[in-house]
Every structure is written in C-alpha cells, then in structure tokens.
C-alpha cells in the first residue's frame, strides 16, 4: 500500500493552528490566495500593507513550508494555506447564522406537501409541513419545533445562507449533500480524502408504516460511514453510501434527473428518498432497495459490506 511507505513530515494541531492565529500571517495567505501567480518578497510586502520588512519577514518564514511555498518566481500559497483561507471567507470558523422555519417551494418526497428550511449550528434542518417525514427527533428549540418529524439535515457552511431565499438555500444544501455523498460512495472522505468505512444497520422489529416507534425511522436500514482518517462521520439513507454506483447514476440521469441539480428533480421529487426496502435477511444483512421513476424501477441488492451483490431493473411500457 501507498500508505505504509510514505514518510510524514509536519506540524501538531497546536502548531498549525498557533501558526495561523495571527492578524499578519493571516493576511499574507489571503494576498497569495488573490494572486494568479507567485509573488516576489517586495509585491507581497507592498500587498499586504506591513510597515515592518524585518518582522513581515519572520512572519513569512514562518508559515513557509507548510502553507505556503518558496519558488524561483516568488513565494507561492499550498493547499493547506488555501484551505485556511477558505475556512475564514466562507464563515466555518467566524459566523453562526440563525433563519427560523421558512416555507420554500420545494415539495416533500412523501406527500408533496411543501418543505421547509431552518438553519443554525453550521446545518438546513428540513421538515415536512403535513406527513412525518423521515425520522421522529426533538426539536432543537421552540423556533424550530414541528408537531411531525424532519426530513434530516445537511451541513452547510454559513457562506451557504448568504443572499438566498428559503428555496435557494433548500437546494444548495441537497448539492452539497449529494457532492459528499459521490465522495462517501466511492470511499472517499469528502473532509480529508481519508479512507470512507461503510456499514449498515437494521432495526429489526421495525413497523412497516410511517415512522417506527423502536427506531424512529421510516426505513429500518440505516447507512452509516465514517472516516478512519479525521473521524468524519455521517448517517442516513442509501445515496450517502450508493450515490457513486454507475446503476444508480444511469437509472438517474436516463430519467433526466441530475444528482446536482435539484431543479431537475421536481417531476420526480422521492426519486432518492421515496423507495421500497425489502429486508431479506438480518444474520447476514442483506437488503433489497427498489428506486421507481414513472414506471421504470431499479433494485440494487446490498449485503453487510453495503456492496451492490445483484442489480435488477424493470423498464415499463413507456421507458422500454
């Protein structure tokens, strides 16, 4: 493996963060990050608005190495440094937005009723105004309470809220979602591109009608990664883990339907979420998942691994 025979070199947490927690260091990455290429010592001192060349220049070596580059043509931001910057220009780490329920236009996969959106603590919360949607959970407040359930929610970085109406932000979360989502499917760790394990879980004394007193949930399997890298971890239904399979995305897009365009889904709203579970088994898991548009149906079988072991799909009359 790649792993085992590569050298790591660097900082602590402790390191990286006192590197960076620094009014000056701070501007010098958010100059680079600007530039379409390497600055010289002289363009980037005049940049960055420093009266001090000498201790401008200890603050540049500081940070060289590790978040930003020397080059022959100048000095150069890395990765690391520009995802610092992005950290703090999209307000992961400075702003905690609020917005109360608001109604947006979006339909519930279920009933059809409208959806509505609330944000706070980095997530879209997401309810159903009639039927009890996904899972039964506590509301997080009396500003965000509902008599049903939710549909979930989706992490989303404050920079997501900004200028957009309730709709609006309702349909950047499903994209941000889904864009995780292709890379939790393909094993990837969207945060750290650490490896993604996947499994899955089944209630077994599950009911079969709305949402179960024993799980909370609609559906009784529920699919679960999490990254042995950074710890990420998420759970949910079957796009977090199936997303990326090539039957999936065809069954989709021959429908017209685009994972990352939410608009495309409004003539088939439950194309992902409204689907039927067979559990076949419980020792050894094995579950039959059934997706439908119009009279076209795909079943993807899982096994325990949350591998597709057999894939079936029926075409009707009008899709044949």
């Given at each position: 493996m790649v792993g085992d025979d590569t050298s790591t070199s660097g900082l602590s947490p402790d390191e990286a963060f006192a590197l960076v927690a620094d009014e000056t260091r701070l501007g010098?990455?958010?100059?680079?990050?600007?530039?379409?290429?390497?600055?010289?010592?002289?363009?980037?001192?005049?940049?960055s608005d420093y009266d001090t060349r000498s201790n401008f220049s200890y603050h540049l070596d500081k940070l060289a190495g590790h978040f930003i580059s020397r080059t022959e043509a100048g000095y150069a931001i890395r990765q690391t440094?520009?995802?610092?910057?992005?950290a703090v220009l999209s307000g992961t780490v400075t702003e905690d937005p609020i917005v109360h329920r608001k109604p947006t236009d979006r339909p519930c996969p279920f009933c059809g009723a409208p959806v509505e959106v609330s944000y706070q603590q980095e997530r879209v919360e997401l309810f159903c105004t009639e039927c009890a949607g996904f899972f039964r959970q506590e509301a997080s407040g009396p500003q965000f309470a509902t008599e049903f359930g939710t549909l979930g929610h989706i992490y989303l970085p404050p920079a997501g809220v900004q200028g957009r109406t309730p709709t609006e932000l309702h349909n950047a979360a499903v994209v941000w979602s889904n864009l995780e989502s292709l890379g939790l499917s393909a094993g990837v760790c969207p945060r750290c591109s650490g490896t993604i394990q996947q499994s899955m879980t089944v209630c077994e004394d599950h009911a079969t009608e709305g949402v179960c007193a024993h799980c909370d949930r609609r559906y009784a399997a529920l699919f679960e990664v999490e990254c042995s890298t950074c710890h990420y971890?998420?759970?949910g239904i079957p796009n977090l883990c199936l997303l990326a399979e090539t039957e999936l995305l065809a069954f989709l897009t021959d429908h017209g339907l685009n994972p990352l365009v939410p608009e495309t889904h409004e003539r088939a709203p439950g194309a992902l979420g409204d689907y039927e579970e067979d559990i076949r088994s419980t020792d050894p898991v094995v579950v039959a998942l059934t997706f439908t548009v119009d009279d076209d149906a795909l079943t993807l079988t899982i096994d325990e691994d949350v591998s597709v072991v057999d894939v079936t799909r029926e075409r009707g009359t009008e899709s044949a």
């Amino acid at each position: 493996m790649v792993g085992d025979d590569t050298s790591t070199s660097g900082l602590s947490p402790d390191e990286a963060f006192a590197l960076v927690a620094d009014e000056t260091r701070l501007g010098i990455l958010r100059t680079l990050s600007r530039a379409d290429e390497p600055l010289a010592f002289s363009t980037l001192f005049e940049r960055s608005d420093y009266d001090t060349r000498s201790n401008f220049s200890y603050h540049l070596d500081k940070l060289a190495g590790h978040f930003i580059s020397r080059t022959e043509a100048g000095y150069a931001i890395r990765q690391t440094g520009r995802r610092i910057v992005e950290a703090v220009l999209s307000g992961t780490v400075t702003e905690d937005p609020i917005v109360h329920r608001k109604p947006t236009d979006r339909p519930c996969p279920f009933c059809g009723a409208p959806v509505e959106v609330s944000y706070q603590q980095e997530r879209v919360e997401l309810f159903c105004t009639e039927c009890a949607g996904f899972f039964r959970q506590e509301a997080s407040g009396p500003q965000f309470a509902t008599e049903f359930g939710t549909l979930g929610h989706i992490y989303l970085p404050p920079a997501g809220v900004q200028g957009r109406t309730p709709t609006e932000l309702h349909n950047a979360a499903v994209v941000w979602s889904n864009l995780e989502s292709l890379g939790l499917s393909a094993g990837v760790c969207p945060r750290c591109s650490g490896t993604i394990q996947q499994s899955m879980t089944v209630c077994e004394d599950h009911a079969t009608e709305g949402v179960c007193a024993h799980c909370d949930r609609r559906y009784a399997a529920l699919f679960e990664v999490e990254c042995s890298t950074c710890h990420y971890s998420s759970s949910g239904i079957p796009n977090l883990c199936l997303l990326a399979e090539t039957e999936l995305l065809a069954f989709l897009t021959d429908h017209g339907l685009n994972p990352l365009v939410p608009e495309t889904h409004e003539r088939a709203p439950g194309a992902l979420g409204d689907y039927e579970e067979d559990i076949r088994s419980t020792d050894p898991v094995v579950v039959a998942l059934t997706f439908t548009v119009d009279d076209d149906a795909l079943t993807l079988t899982i096994d325990e691994d949350v591998s597709v072991v057999d894939v079936t799909r029926e075409r009707g009359t009008e899709s044949a």
